[in-house]
């Protein structure tokens, strides 16, 4: 079995110029937009494990599909389960252009 390739562009988070970037926090895009974030749990009953959380896309509407969220054990299934997320939701909620066509009446 190949380990997943990622889909999407993944860079280090930095939250501002005081917060230097880490190789246990990663920030998914896709071009734009903003996908998800993973991050090492370093402390705690969770330890070891990479955090996953997905966003949905803000040109869509609807109810985004759960979980949203989630552990894995490693970054790679991490970044998976984020970029899973993202084309779920891509494919379930509607975007907002064809709404705003929908509404046109010329």
Same mark, same amino acid.
């Given at each position: 079995?190949?380990?997943?390739?990622?889909?999407?562009?993944?860079?280090?988070?930095?939250?501002? %110029?005081?917060? $230097? +970037?880490?190789?246990?926090?990663?920030?998914?895009?896709?071009?734009?937009?903003?996908? &998800?974030?993973?991050? %090492?749990?370093?402390?705690? +009953?969770?330890?070891? %494990?990479?955090?996953?959380? &997905?966003?949905?896309?803000?040109?869509? %509407?609807?109810? $985004? +599909?759960?979980?949203?969220?989630?552990?894995?054990?490693?970054?790679?299934?991490?970044?998976?389960?984020?970029?899973?997320?993202?084309?779920?939701?891509?494919?379930?909620?509607?975007?907002?252009?064809?709404?705003?066509?929908?509404?046109?009446?010329?």
């Amino acid at each position: 079995m190949t380990d997943y390739q990622p889909k999407y562009k993944w860079h280090r988070t930095q939250l501002d %110029k005081n917060d $230097p +970037p880490s190789e246990t926090d990663w920030t998914g895009m896709d071009g734009t937009a903003y996908i &998800g974030r993973i991050r %090492k749990e370093t402390h705690g +009953p969770t330890k070891g %494990k990479w955090y996953w959380a &997905g966003s949905y896309p803000k040109t869509h %509407k609807g109810s $985004p +599909p759960t979980p949203n969220a989630g552990y894995s054990a490693t970054a790679r299934l991490a970044t998976q389960n984020v970029e899973e997320y993202w084309e779920r939701c891509l494919r379930v909620m509607e975007p907002r252009s064809s709404v705003l066509k929908a509404d046109n009446y010329d």
